[in-house]
């Protein structure tokens, strides 16, 4: 589902209501084509941290408007995609969750591996010198600081499995490195307790629980030193904590955007009709991409059908839950292009209702004729 895709994403679902701060990173907010974002300055609290990064290579930008309303900040996305555009097709229908390491084994990604996996796994030529794809999201290395008030191991993939009692401080450290100077900086865990309250240098960021979840931003500051605390609301045996801190580099980032907005429809119109809704542009097929998928940002559900040029195309999922269509027959130039959602159960209680009006209209017509000839 849409909901569960959004949690393998680090965004807040507790099946009752969605969190935007509780998630986003600027890798998302492009890829799900978000390009503006409104800001109430009276609020202070859990804003994505990219808002308000003032780093050249960020490019989400203030916008300077006229005639806004006091109190309100307005951003655009300067490199956001639109809803389609052209992904490599490995017959990727399914992003993986993680990497087999042995037979029956595998080592499952964290929200910000996952990211990076869907890029990859969207594009192919950002490289490094090496030859390999590039990563947007780097981890930064934590360190548990030791304690006489609770005892821990490490599991197989080097995370910690502590014993404490409710009240316990831990305290994992870490230093931003040289690199990530300038970049978005993230934490986030996939601990097996949600009981307990999460701190960074000092600050509250709200309990970590069933209400709470989700990514969060933080700005770094100058000793680049940092320490992310969880106190515990009850006690812990050999519990699984996994903290993580990544920082975005938002110039990979750059990379992968241009490529794929480089082959992405821009002019995509909304259009309506009795039963259906639709988004109507044209792509510009370029040489070198008849292995090629046109990927919506749209869920692949009941209803959806695709048109290029006129001619009614089989609908792929890709990405796990998104529209796509396969293109490689198609020859280099323009194409006309139309994703199109038709309400099914709308369409047909339609015309069920028009069939009960008919009917009851007819039942008085003839009820009528039958009390007239009763009179005669």
Do not use: C
């Not at 930008?61 to 639109?82: A, F, H, I, S």
């Not at 809803?83 to 990727?92: C, K, L, P, Q, R």
């Not at 969750?97 to 996952?114: L, M, S, T, V």
């Not at 701190?199 to 000793?223: K, M, P, Q, V």
């Amino acid at each position: 589902t849409v909901e569960e895709y959004f949690e393998k994403l680090g965004f807040h679902y507790n099946y009752y209501f969605e969190r935007y701060d509780g998630g986003s990173t600027l890798a998302m907010n492009s890829f799900l084509n978000l390009k503006y974002l409104i800001d109430n300055s009276s609020s202070t609290t859990n804003k994505p941290i990219f808002m308000k990064n003032t780093d050249e290579r960020n490019f989400f930008r203030k916008m300077e408007l006229e005639d806004t309303e006091d109190g309100y900040t307005y951003y655009e996305n300067q490199k956001v995609l639109p809803y389609a555009f052209v992904i490599d097709d490995d017959n990727y229908s399914y992003v993986s969750e993680g990497n087999r390491i042995a037979e029956n084994n595998i080592y499952y990604f964290d929200h910000f591996e996952y990211q990076n996996e869907m890029f990859k796994t969207m594009n192919s030529s950002v490289l490094d010198t090496q030859g390999f794809k590039k990563d947007i999201f780097h981890r930064i290395p934590l360190k548990l600081k030791k304690s006489s008030s609770f005892t821990y191991e490490l599991d197989k993939d080097g995370y910690y499995l502590i014993t404490a009692n409710k009240g316990t401080t831990l305290r994992f450290e870490f230093d931003v490195p040289t690199e990530a100077s300038g970049n978005n900086l993230y934490f986030y865990d996939k601990n097996k307790t949600k009981s307990y309250s999460v701190y960074l240098d000092n600050r509250y960021y709200e309990n970590n629980t069933y209400w709470h979840e989700g990514i969060r931003g933080f700005n770094d500051n100058t000793s680049h030193h940092h320490t992310l605390t969880y106190t515990l609301k009850s006690d812990v045996k050999n519990t699984l904590f996994r903290p993580f801190v990544y920082y975005e580099d938002l110039t990979v980032l750059g990379e992968y955007l241009d490529s794929l907005r480089d082959s992405a429809s821009y002019d995509l119109k909304q259009k309506n009709r009795l039963f259906s809704f639709s988004y109507i542009g044209t792509l510009n097929v370029k040489k070198g991409k008849e292995d090629k998928t046109l990927l919506f940002t749209l869920p692949n559900e009941r209803g959806m059908s695709v048109y290029i040029d006129n001619k009614k195309q089989k609908v792929v999922t890709r990405m796990n839950i998104f529209t796509a269509v396969d293109f490689s027959s198609l020859d280099e130039g323009e194409h006309k292009i139309e994703i199109r959602y038709t309400d099914i159960g709308f369409e047909v209680g339609f015309f069920l209702s028009l069939l009960s009006i008919g009917g009851l209209v007819a039942f008085l017509v003839l009820d009528y004729r039958k009390k007239k000839s009763v009179v005669q």
